[in-house]
């Protein structure tokens, strides 16, 4: 544990409580006194209230569109089945302002729905919902998904074999054991949509605003730190309640589990329920995921003068009356590449000890310590920004000319990924395979290797896909960070969305399309990858 605790102590604790104290403190006095004041005004709660709801409906609507998707990747087998697993996962790493305006286009005045049906959402919470569905889909596919296609499926067809009916087979042996990571899934979900910004910001309009939007008003808009710390602090708070429930009610739940090698679980679909399943997932999957990333396409090649290459080609020219870059944009492709792969590395490291640490039942503290590591997600990325700059800026922490200090903020959100990713599987481990290692001389590094690595590699991989996708698309932290020299891909499309003119927002669409390019082909190739077989029994 002393490896993780070090890394959140310094890059986390350390940024978030030193700008919580520059906002809570005034002539070096607390102004505890402001809680109350923030806390009793009309607008604030009703923020709240908003924030609380939607972030429940939008974790169940995810939960019930997805779970079918998650079934079919990991039982059935179908032709294209790597690639649209790839797909899938392409919404969760864009940009939240691109997401928003791709639903937009979609949904607002002159979209898909209003040409064709006259109907328009923008401005309606059920925007904000689809939306989120949008983005979450990938969560629950992968989180759930990756442990229901290592589930022995023998111990489900003996029950029938006894005599329970399909769903009671299901409901009394799969389900119970895929709880921990429905859980997981749950609660990044909720994360995600609790502290939503650029959806809500951009579809919301001024009728809705998250905890995140109304932070980021009152620090850029009103500069009224004072208000933006407090509610931080109740974003922290709430956030850190969920977490300790969810620590709580899982641990309850965990249970070695029989896991199987995925490949040899998933058959051709067999029968008309589940060719008709199928057939609703792709059906669902293209029109809320597909059909926003065509617009995102479409719009890419429309340029002035007809479909065409011409804002791709602008991509690799600098302004010469001083734009949004000193560099040409296409320099965010590599820089948003070699970012990732840093962050993904420190992501694993630490995320892969601090699940390994989990694992052993170590009390109170180790249970704790579980639910600290998901605070990143549920901390607004505007004060782990603000954070960053007025902390890590003297010796021996001067890191704001290093190009090392983007990958360390984006590897705070791909850290609880891969512990989530990692943990139901780790923990489903027979303990007994450790001990009889022992037994016969393996040291705790051989046993690791020998008994835990073979048959959690397939999360290991899933769990650094997710840590790639995240860092790709992490757009919080970095804009306040990401030098001008050196933007990541979200950067430079929000700087050029935030810009006026055709060419700047075609570029920006053009950008957004390579993003997509990009982490699908980095997704496509993960899916490649092949694990020995882990077949044997936990």
Same mark, same amino acid.
């Given at each position: 544990?002393?490896?993780?605790?070090?890394?959140?102590?310094?890059?986390?604790?350390?940024?978030?409580?030193?700008?919580?104290?520059?906002?809570?403190?005034?002539?070096?006095?607390?102004?505890?006194?402001?809680?109350?004041?923030?806390?009793?005004?009309?607008?604030?709660?009703?923020?709240?209230?908003?924030?609380?709801?939607?972030?429940?409906?939008?974790?169940?609507?995810?939960?019930?569109?997805?779970?079918?998707?998650?079934?079919?990747?990991?039982?059935?087998?179908?032709?294209?089945?790597?690639?649209?697993?790839?797909?899938?996962?392409?919404?969760?790493?864009?940009?939240?302002?691109?997401?928003?305006?791709?639903?937009?286009?979609?949904?607002?005045?002159?979209?898909?729905?209003?040409?064709?049906?006259?109907?328009?959402?923008?401005?309606?919470?059920?925007?904000?919902?689809?939306?989120?569905?949008?983005?979450?889909?990938?969560?629950?596919?992968?989180?759930?998904?990756?442990?229901? !296609?290592?589930?022995?499926?023998?111990?489900?067809?003996?029950?029938?074999?006894?005599?329970?009916?399909?769903?009671?087979?299901?409901?009394?042996?799969?389900?119970?054991?895929?709880?921990?990571?429905?859980?997981?899934?749950?609660?990044?979900?909720?994360?995600?949509?609790?502290?939503?910004?650029?959806?809500?910001?951009?579809?919301?309009?001024? !009728?809705?605003?998250?905890?995140?939007?109304?932070?980021?008003?009152?620090?850029?808009?009103?500069?009224?730190?004072?208000?933006?710390?407090?509610?931080?602090?109740?974003?922290?708070?709430?956030?850190?309640?969920?977490?300790?429930?969810?620590?709580?009610?899982?641990?309850?739940?965990? !249970?070695?589990?029989?896991?199987?090698?995925?490949?040899?679980?998933?058959?051709?679909?067999?029968?008309?329920?589940?060719?008709?399943?199928?057939?609703?997932?792709?059906?669902?999957?293209?029109?809320?995921?597909?059909?926003?990333?065509?617009?995102?396409?479409?719009?890419?090649?429309?340029?002035?003068?007809?479909?065409?290459?011409?804002?791709?080609?602008?991509?690799?020219?600098?302004?010469?009356?001083?734009?949004?870059?000193?560099?040409?944009?296409?320099?965010?492709?590599?820089?948003?590449?070699?970012?990732?792969?840093?962050?993904?590395?420190?992501?694993?490291?630490?995320?892969?000890?601090?699940?390994?640490?989990?694992?052993? +039942?170590?009390?109170?503290?180790?249970?704790?310590?579980?639910?600290?590591?998901?605070?990143?997600?549920?901390?607004?990325?505007?004060?782990?920004?603000?954070?960053?700059?007025?902390?890590?800026?003297?010796?021996?922490?001067?890191?704001?000319?290093?190009?090392?200090?983007?990958?360390?903020?984006?590897?705070?959100?791909?850290?609880?990924?891969?512990?989530?990713?990692?943990?139901?599987?780790?923990?489903?481990?027979?303990? +007994?395979? +450790?001990?009889?290692?022992?037994?016969?001389?393996?040291?705790?590094?051989?046993?690791?290797?020998?008994?835990?690595?073979?048959?959690?590699? +397939?999360?290991?991989?899933?769990?650094?896909?997710?840590?790639?996708?995240? !860092?790709?698309?992490?757009?919080?932290?970095?804009?306040?960070?990401?030098?001008?020299?050196?933007?990541?891909?979200?950067?430079?499309?929000?700087?050029?969305?935030?810009?006026?003119?055709?060419?700047?927002?075609?570029?920006?669409?053009?950008?957004?399309?390579?993003?997509?390019?990009?982490?699908?082909?980095?997704?496509?190739?993960?899916?490649?990858?092949?694990?020995?077989?882990?077949?044997?029994?936990?």
């Amino acid at each position: 544990m002393a490896g993780p605790v070090a890394f959140f102590a310094v890059f986390f604790a350390y940024p978030v409580s030193a700008i919580v104290g520059r906002g809570l403190r005034a002539d070096g006095a607390w102004q505890f006194g402001r809680f109350g004041e923030v806390l009793g005004r009309p607008d604030i709660l009703s923020v709240l209230w908003f924030t609380t709801w939607q972030a429940l409906a939008s974790t169940a609507l995810t939960l019930l569109i997805a779970l079918p998707g998650a079934y079919a990747f990991a039982r059935l087998d179908f032709p294209g089945k790597r690639l649209l697993r790839a797909m899938v996962t392409v919404p969760f790493v864009l940009p939240t302002v691109v997401v928003g305006t791709a639903f937009l286009a979609l949904l607002g005045r002159g979209g898909l729905l209003d040409e064709l049906w006259g109907i328009r959402l923008d401005t309606t919470v059920w925007a904000i919902l689809l939306a989120h569905v949008f983005f979450n889909y990938a969560v629950v596919v992968r989180t759930v998904g990756g442990l229901w !296609s290592q589930l022995d499926p023998r111990q489900e067809e003996a029950a029938r074999v006894l005599g329970a009916g399909r769903f009671a087979a299901w409901r009394r042996v799969t389900f119970p054991a895929l709880v921990p990571s429905l859980a997981a899934a749950a609660l990044m979900v909720f994360l995600f949509t609790f502290t939503s910004f650029g959806v809500v910001q951009i579809l919301g309009g001024p !009728s809705f605003s998250t905890l995140e939007v109304e932070i980021y008003r009152q620090t850029a808009d009103f500069l009224d730190l004072t208000t933006a710390a407090v509610l931080t602090m109740v974003q922290f708070t709430a956030v850190g309640a969920v977490l300790a429930v969810h620590a709580w009610t899982v641990r309850r739940r965990e !249970s070695a589990l029989r896991l199987a090698d995925p490949a040899r679980t998933a058959r051709r679909p067999r029968g008309a329920a589940q060719w008709t399943l199928l057939g609703g997932v792709l059906a669902t999957m293209g029109v809320l995921l597909l059909a926003p990333l065509a617009v995102l396409v479409e719009r890419s090649f429309d340029t002035p003068a007809g479909y065409g290459l011409g804002y791709y080609r602008e991509l690799a020219t600098v302004d010469p009356a001083g734009g949004a870059f000193l560099v040409p944009p296409i320099d965010a492709v590599w820089n948003s590449l070699r970012y990732a792969l840093a962050a993904t590395t420190i992501a694993v490291a630490v995320g892969g000890l601090a699940a390994a640490a989990l694992t052993r +039942r170590a009390g109170r503290l180790v249970r704790g310590f579980d639910a600290l590591l998901m605070l990143p997600l549920g901390v607004s990325a505007v004060t782990v920004g603000f954070g960053f700059l007025i902390t890590l800026d003297e010796p021996p922490l001067d890191l704001r000319a290093s190009w090392i200090l983007v990958p360390l903020a984006q590897a705070l959100v791909g850290v609880p990924f891969v512990v989530r990713t990692m943990l139901p599987v780790l923990r489903a481990v027979d303990e +007994r395979l +450790r001990e009889a290692a022992a037994v016969l001389g393996a040291s705790p590094l051989r046993a690791w290797r020998e008994v835990d690595l073979p048959l959690v590699r +397939r999360a290991l991989l899933v769990a650094a896909g997710f840590a790639f996708a995240v !860092s790709l698309g992490e757009f919080g932290a970095t804009v306040f960070i990401a030098r001008p020299d050196n933007p990541t891909l979200p950067v430079a499309v929000a700087r050029l969305l935030g810009r006026p003119g055709e060419l700047n927002y075609g570029q920006a669409m053009a950008l957004s399309t390579i993003l997509m390019v990009v982490c699908a082909a980095a997704l496509l190739l993960l899916e490649r990858v092949r694990t020995g077989s882990t077949s044997e029994e936990l």
